[in-house]
């Protein structure tokens, strides 16, 4: 195959930079929606007794497009392995099988839903620069911010197994406390402020205790929040773009580079 098309191919499979790359991933996301729709729709008994074999159609054709697609994005990549084996290899490889499936073992259409984790490409048609560098700093900031966040849910997890055990001593059976676990289960859906009412105190201090749990509830909120976003503001300045490397298959370059990070290959401009 001429290097010049399977480069050309691969601007446009995998880069939303150029007016062509930005075009083919509209369309495809056009088509995963529409896939995801006529799924749903074909799960109305009245609407498949009526329209079922147009809905079968077009899963039809969009699979042929989805098999078309994942066919051309191997060929356009000098290591194919390193596609197939990513995360969005992977996904655009369980979004094309399920109507093979289905043909081997019917009643397995509905897999077709995994076709909605090919939205996740939204970012990368809609990146102006700011969305697809900023979905990129905020995955960072969660990496980066993921000890500390790690040490304050252990840190929450201790806080509701001591208040729940205090609430067992404090309220007992007949409030509905039967044990510690139960307990700790009560503590955990009062501290995130979801409070299904199943179990209630009634004792004045078990009450004063529930309180002070709802309080701390919305602090807790808020302390991951305020790790991620400081990480995050450390993130904002790197600015990064579309453009995927077509020997290793890295992305997430920064927007001033010519050659990839991970294997030092000049980059399509």
């Not at 105190?201 to 790790?227: C, D, R």
Request: glycine share 8%; charged share 15%.
């Amino acid at each position: 195959m001429p290097r010049d098309f399977r480069q050309k191919l691969h601007e446009i499979i995998y880069e939303a930079d150029t007016p062509e790359g930005k075009l083919f991933d509209v369309v495809l996301l056009i088509l995963i929606v529409i896939s995801i729709v006529a799924v749903m729709l074909e799960s109305v008994a009245g609407i498949k007794i009526v329209y079922g074999k147009e809905l079968n159609i077009i899963e039809w054709v969009i699979t042929a497009f989805f098999t078309i697609e994942y066919i051309a994005r191997i060929i356009s990549v000098k290591k194919p392995a390193s596609y197939i084996l990513s995360f969005y290899g992977i996904i655009d490889f369980l979004a094309m099988i399920p109507k093979y499936i289905d043909i081997l073992f019917p009643g397995l259409g509905f897999l077709i839903s995994i076709r909605a984790l090919r939205l996740l490409r939204v970012f990368r048609i809609l990146k102006l620069g700011r969305f697809v560098g900023a979905s990129n700093q905020l995955v960072t900031a969660l990496k980066k911010s993921k000890v500390k966040i790690a040490v304050f849910l252990f840190g929450v997890v201790i806080i509701c197994i001591i208040m729940g055990t205090l609430m067992y001593i404090i309220e007992g059976p007949k409030s509905g406390f039967k044990n510690i676990p139960i307990s700790i289960y009560w503590t955990i859906v009062t501290l995130t402020t979801v409070g299904f009412g199943d179990i209630t105190p009634i004792t004045p201090l078990g009450q004063f205790l529930s309180a002070v749990i709802m309080i701390m509830g919305y602090g807790i909120i808020a302390v991951p929040t305020g790790l991620v976003t400081a990480q995050f503001m450390q993130e904002s300045k790197i600015q990064q773009n579309t453009q995927v490397c077509r020997v290793c298959n890295a992305d997430h370059h920064r927007d001033d580079a010519r050659y990839c990070y991970n294997c030092g290959s000049h980059l399509n401009k």
